[in-house]
């Protein structure tokens, strides 16, 4: 028995050598027949022979002679992925270092050799009689159903490594993994943002309908709240940003969306749907608006579920014209349904609209433009609570600069504690209250109520206060408009018989209206 050097795992150590005839000869592999593609799984099962076979082959792998061990890699090389179980039971069980080597060399390619053979099966199952085991099927089957163009982007993923990394994530749960995984696809498709010019556009890969279906579809396993995409580094474009975004760009993904005869466009909608049911934030609420709009053409009022959920959310500075926005559509586009939801807005103090030069008293907060939208779809005039109007009185406006609640403080003693942009206007409006002031001397005795200024918070807190009262009559427990029948007007008396009284009244004139009739 001789010695050789032999290298595995970056370790040297001797392998003993012995010639043919001191090792048994590995067996031949056995000429597997090519699988005919049918829907039905069982059909990619392993012959028992062909098992057996492979099972010896791999045991091969730890023959002391270094030519059968070449040859046995070679031959399970051959079987591909028919030795698939024999190679991973091997992996658990076998010490052997050069063994788990050589298996993981040869698993990857027969591993896509099998992924190949059953898609090829899960595409041929066309009416989805069978269960297939793929990784996340299940998971996305719930959502998107078990069609033929769900089996189809669900297959075109599965050929995309990333593509089957996210299934897998979402099959777990994982919020970790999942946020690190929707990241590398956004890098994958927007490029590196710290590389700039032609070599990041080149670093760019246009992401196909399918990746993009599942990576939508992995966001839309967890809220906005509960997952934020993971970008490495950091900058400005990636602090909120989401699939949905390549989804607007995406000129294949639109396509196969808006398409009335494309089989595929059903899918995308469900997936999009479901992105847009787990929005919970002001910018995520936003955009499935915005996208809701998109599809849901012909029937807005499906689109604004996500502006009522943007009521409830407490605005910021930076986030409030997007509710303010929500506020005006869900004015112009809804109706008395969404009285409810509107209300829940009543304690945003957020400042929505500051007056010009030619009205500086007009500073509205959210909650005023949102007592105003509901009165107004109540058929309620906002004046009747205390509000002033600035514009038409004889249509219903529904923006933030159509009803205010007036300050009747000199400008400098109303604006003068607030700063920025608003310090500007302070100048302007004290000059127009001394315009007001007339030339004639002031009496000596003065009304102490005349004199008393109402600020526009005690209007406010009154207005408020009423519509509390109001609403205890007017909106029910599901914040809807209490339907109140109008009083009929009373028309019996125009079918009355004539009293005796009234007929005596009557006769006197007719008969002097008889000569003159003759008389002509």
Same mark, same amino acid.
């Given at each position: 028995m001789r010695f050789t050097?032999?290298? #595995?795992?970056?370790? !040297? %150590?001797?392998?003993?050598?012995?010639?043919?005839?001191?090792?048994?000869?590995?067996?031949?592999?056995?000429?597997?027949?090519? !699988?005919?593609?049918?829907?039905d799984p069982k059909t990619l099962d392993v012959p028992t022979p062909i098992a057996v076979q492979a099972k010896a082959l791999v045991a091969q792998l730890a023959n002391p002679v270094y030519k059968e061990r070449e040859l046995a890699q070679r031959d399970i090389a051959k079987l591909g992925r028919l030795a698939l179980p024999a190679m991973r039971e091997a992996l658990a069980t076998s010490t052997e270092a050069e063994v788990a080597v050589r298996i993981d060399q040869l698993l990857p390619r027969a591993e896509i050799e099998d992924m190949t053979a059953r898609v090829a099966c899960f595409l041929a199952d066309a009416e989805g009689k069978y269960e297939h085991t793929l990784p996340g099927w299940e998971k996305f089957k719930s959502v998107a159903g078990n069609e033929k163009s769900s089996r189809k982007i669900f297959a075109e993923a599965l050929k995309n490594q990333l593509s089957q990394s996210m299934l897998l994530a979402a099959e777990r749960m994982s919020i970790d993994e999942s946020s690190l995984l929707l990241g590398q696809f956004v890098m994958k498709i927007n490029g590196n943002p710290y590389q700039r010019g032609d070599r990041n556009e080149e670093a760019r890969t246009p992401p196909k309908t399918g990746e993009l279906a599942v990576a939508l579809f992995l966001e839309g396993q967890f809220s906005d709240k509960r997952m934020s995409i993971q970008m490495p580094g950091q900058f400005g474009w990636g602090s909120y940003y989401s699939v949905m975004n390549g989804v607007y760009g995406n000129a294949d993904f639109n396509n196969a969306l808006n398409s009335t005869k494309g089989e595929t466009s059903e899918t995308l909608r469900k997936l999009i749907v479901q992105w847009m049911d787990t929005r919970e934030t002001m910018n995520g609420l936003n955009t499935a608006y915005s996208m809701a709009n998109n599809f849901y053409r012909s029937n807005q009022k499906q689109a604004l579920k996500y502006a009522a959920k943007m009521m409830a959310i407490p605005s910021t500075q930076n986030d409030y014209h997007q509710k303010q926005g929500a506020l005006q559509n869900l004015g112009t586009q809804g109706g008395a349904d969404y009285l409810g939801l509107i209300a829940k807005c009543f304690d945003d103090?957020?400042?929505?609209?500051?007056?010009?030069?030619?009205?500086?008293?007009?500073?509205?907060?959210?909650?005023?433009?949102?007592?105003?939208? #509901?009165?107004?779809?109540?058929?309620? +005039?906002?004046?009747? %609570?205390?509000?002033?109007?600035?514009?038409?009185?004889?249509?219903?406006? =529904?923006?933030?600069?159509? %009803?205010? %609640?007036?300050? *009747?403080?000199?400008?400098?003693?109303?604006?003068?504690?607030?700063?920025?942009?608003?310090?500007?206007?302070?100048?302007?409006?004290? $000059?127009?209250?001394?315009?007001?002031?007339?030339?004639?001397?002031?009496? *000596?005795? +003065?009304?102490?109520? +005349?004199?008393?200024?109402?600020?526009?918070? *005690?209007?406010? +807190? $009154?207005?408020?206060?009423? =519509?509390?009262?109001?609403?205890?009559?007017?909106?029910?427990?599901d914040g809807k408009l209490i339907k109140k029948d109008k009083p009929k007007k009373d028309d019996t008396k125009k079918h009355e018989e004539p009293t005796a009284a009234e007929d005596a009244a009557k006769k006197p004139a007719e008969a002097t209206e008889q000569p003159k009739k003759e008389k002509k």
């Open positions: 050097a032999a290298m #595995v795992l970056g370790s !040297v %150590f001797l392998v003993p050598v012995c010639s043919a005839q001191e090792s048994n000869p590995a067996p031949k592999a056995p000429t597997a027949a090519a !699988v005919q593609v049918s829907g103090t957020s400042k929505v609209w500051y007056g010009q030069s030619n009205n500086p008293d007009v500073d509205v907060e959210l909650r005023d433009q949102g007592l105003a939208t #509901v009165l107004q779809l109540a058929d309620v +005039k906002p004046e009747e %609570f205390g509000m002033s109007r600035n514009g038409d009185a004889k249509q219903k406006l =529904y923006n933030a600069q159509s %009803f205010y %609640f007036k300050d *009747d403080r000199p400008a400098a003693e109303r604006l003068g504690n607030v700063g920025g942009r608003i310090q500007a206007r302070v100048a302007v409006a004290v $000059v127009k209250d001394a315009e007001k002031k007339p030339d004639a001397k002031e009496p *000596d005795k +003065k009304d102490p109520k +005349k004199d008393e200024k109402i600020t526009s918070d *005690d209007r406010r +807190k $009154v207005a408020f206060k009423k =519509y509390e009262e109001w609403a205890k009559t007017n909106i029910d427990k």
